[in-house]
Every structure is written in structure tokens, then in C-alpha cells.
């Protein structure tokens, strides 16, 4: 008659997994499934999959993944995770055990490393506007017959990428007429005049230029 006299074991001390910040709740992160070797002659020995307190307190990942179902052992993510939450440490440890039904038992460590995607969009970057920087405002003075580089206030135009990648951002005018006059350099977002304007052309003595960004 068999006795169950040996402990289920992972074969390897730790296991190390990437998921990305788009992953949704319920993906699968981890399978334990033919990673556990019981030298008992009989494989039928019912097995139970948990996950225990980490060592170390501050990197326990257990509020952010959990097991779907013991007996199988597949590790899910239990919260949506964003990069930039967790960007000086984006990183979490798992103890997973598995446990025979005669109580003998065993762990691994599950190190887990959280990957940033490209999710978010570009904003301006302006002295006092709230985040997100949405439609800020800059001013200049020019003349009919100036032409060249104008001089924006309070700054000049800048936005940058909102994801850690931090992507190149690409400027432009949106098309309303004032193309004919004006320019912008899609890299630095520097505006500039470059014909000769009458004043007589245009309602009132004001120009509104729209200028738009995205992430190349």
C-alpha cells in the first residue's frame, strides 16, 4: 500500500514573470502546472495552491493577485496596475505553496515585474495649469510687416509624452485659414510669421491660433 511520504516540490526556487499595465483584471499571470514534482508512485494525490505572506511586507504583491482556484493553482490579476503608480519599484514577490492532501508542502517565489505601455497621451506643459494641462492659453504681439520667430507668453509652447517612455511629441496648426501666415515647427513647436498681414483683412486686431500635439 502507498503512503504519501513525499513533499511536493517546484522545481526551481523562484519563477519570474512580466506583466504589462494594460493587462486586464482576471488575466492569467502565472501557471504552476508542470512545475510541481511529487515522487510519490501516485500523481492522483489531490494538490492545494495558495499564495502566503511575503517576508517582506512593502513588496507582497497578494492585494494585487490572487489564485482563481486552488486545486489548479493559476495566478490572476486581482487590480488593474499603472506603471506610473508603481514606477520606482515596479516590481512585486508572490509566495506560492502547494500542499498534498497530507499536509506535506513546499513554496516558490513568484517575482513579478510590471512593464509601462503606451497608454497615455501628450500634454502642454505651462506654469499653473492644472494636470491635465488642457487647452492652455499663450500670448504674443507682432506687427503687418513682421515676419520671423514670434515670442510666446508666458512660455514658450512645450508638451511632453505622459507615459514613462516619454515619446517624442509632433506640433501642428489645425487648418483654419492661418496657415497662409503662420507656421510651426512640428519638433520644438516654435511658432512663426511668415507673410505680410493687413489689418483691414481681419475682424478686430486679434488672431486665435489652435495648435494641436501627438505622440509620434
Known sequence: MEVNEFTPVFMSASYNVR??????????????EGLVQDMDISQSHRKIYRIAPYM????DGRDKFLVLNEEIGTIVLKHQINFEDVI?????????????????????????????????????VIPNCPTPCVGPIYVTYTNESYQG???????????????TLNESVIYMLVADGSEEYFSIDENTGVISKNAYMDNS?????????????ISS
Open 19 to 32: 506583466v504589462s499595465e494594460d493587462a486586464e483584471v482576471g488575466d492569467v499571470v502565472f501557471e504552476p
Open 56 to 59: 517582506i511586507t512593502e513588496f
Open 88 to 124: 520606482n519599484r515596479p516590481y512585486f514577490f508572490l509566495n506560492v505553496t502547494v500542499t498534498d492532501e497530507g499536509g506535506l508542502g513546499s513554496y516558490s517565489t513568484l517575482d513579478i515585474t510590471i512593464f509601462d505601455v503606451n497608454d497615455l497621451g501628450p500634454e502642454f
Open 149 to 163: 520667430v514670434l515670442d510666446l507668453k508666458p512660455v514658450p509652447i512645450l508638451a511632453r509624452d505622459m507615459d
Open 201 to 213: 483683412s481681419f475682424t478686430g486686431s486679434e488672431i486665435f491660433l489652435q495648435v494641436g500635439v
